[in-house]
């Protein structure tokens, strides 16, 4: 309840009544005496109860108070509406267009080494809660940041963490999303080939069949889609991202849905999550801490999972990620942000380590490569070299 402090005939409400979360959300400071001056000014109160002022002098009597402290707090109330109007306004205008996230939840593992107290203490300014937790698989309302032993980023004031947000969707989420990568950037988190980012998607309205259809369509699109990531995410070299095999494909489809949990985990789409949480976890993006990546590869996942409802079927050895694009109707944004990364990855050097092709036979990737460009990517992954995962 905001604090009510006596002046010399009204009472306003005073900055420590606003609530914690309020003061970087909003970027609102309460008014203070300038403001109560400027209202007074503004304000002469002419058409209050003639006995409410001394006939002699004009000026009005102390009971008078509690009425201009009511019309005060109206001002007030009315200034609030206006700023958060303001903001809100503000934050419109630079978040994507409907079309780029669908109106489907989602979520956010983030891999990377950080500083903790400092990530939630300039969370908690923003207004989002961040809890540092024992490892677990539980779904919160709030960030979770929780260790993750396959990260191994070795920086002498960093410590190597998971950051797990919590269920978001639309504006609010990405608003969110946008604020804990601005602060990870801004702390100076760092990234390297030991960390990926994980997106979950809501798979409550996916079918059986839809699901199987967006495993062959990912499958069949893997030659494209390994443009879009870093070498370290690409082929059969990353066991936290294998891509799917013929056995996946029997396994699945001899399970009912409650049963996915029997699945492998760590496939480039896991769908073992649907029986823990619901969700299909996207999970081939190399370690990232940017915001634009991020929400680009989200919108990449969402439209994946709509064309697959829509009975969009993805050729077999689908090369050009354009065509792709086409056919699960990329907006255009996102279809040109992720066609500059595959340029940027191609010029990079864990985009230019030789080419591996592959041939698709009943959902089966066979990989064709020579030794020496296998033992490179072998060397690369387990040699952690200095840059930047996210090229």
Request: hydrophobic letters at 35%.
């Amino acid at each position: 309840m905001p604090e009510y402090t006596q002046g010399s005939t009204y009472a306003y409400v005073s900055s420590r009544g606003i609530p914690n979360h309020m003061h970087g959300f909003y970027d609102w400071h309460w008014p203070s005496d300038r403001h109560r001056n400027s209202y007074e000014h503004a304000h002469h109160h002419a058409d209050l109860p003639i006995w409410l002022r001394d006939s002699n002098t004009g000026n009005l009597f102390p009971e008078a108070g509690l009425l201009i402290q009511q019309r005060y707090l109206r001002y007030l109330a009315g200034e609030v509406v206006h700023r958060v109007e303001q903001r809100l306004a503000e934050i419109t205008a630079n978040v994507p267009s409907n079309d780029i996230i669908l109106n489907r939840r989602f979520g956010v593992e983030i891999e990377c080494a950080t500083d903790i107290a400092r990530l939630i203490t300039l969370a908690a300014v923003q207004g989002i809660q961040v809890k540092q937790e024992l490892y677990n698989h539980r779904t919160v309302r709030h960030w979770k940041l929780v260790s993750d032993r396959s990260v191994m980023v070795h920086h002498h004031s960093l410590s190597n963490i998971e950051i797990v947000s919590p269920p978001l969707r639309g504006a609010g989420g990405i608003e969110q999303l946008r604020a804990i990568c601005t602060i990870l950037v801004q702390i100076g988190s760092k990234v390297n080939q030991t960390c990926g980012l994980h997106v979950h998607h809501d798979a409550a309205d996916v079918t059986s069949p839809e699901l199987l259809l967006l495993a062959k369509n990912y499958n069949h699109a893997l030659p494209a889609i390994d443009q879009l990531v870093a070498i370290s995410r690409r082929y059969d070299v990353n066991s936290y991202c294998k891509p799917w095999n013929h056995a996946d494909f029997t396994l699945l489809n001899s399970l009912d849905r409650p049963n996915y949990g029997n699945l492998q985990r760590n496939k480039n789409i896991n769908f073992a999550s649907i029986a823990r949480h619901g969700t299909i976890e996207f999970r081939q993006h190399q370690g990232t801490i940017e915001f634009d990546k991020i929400l680009n590869w989200v919108s990449f996942g969402q439209h994946m999972i709509r064309a697959a409802q829509a009975g969009v079927v993805v050729p077999t050895k689908t090369t050009n990620y354009a065509s792709l694009f086409n056919q699960i109707g990329l907006p255009a944004s996102v279809a040109e942000f992720l066609d500059n990364r595959a340029s940027t990855l191609k010029q990079s050097r864990e985009g230019n380590l030789g080419n591996l092709r592959r041939v698709t036979d009943e959902g089966v990737e066979i990989i064709e490569a020579s030794s020496r460009t296998i033992q490179t990517l072998g060397e690369m992954l387990r040699s952690n070299y200095p840059g930047d995962a996210d090229a």
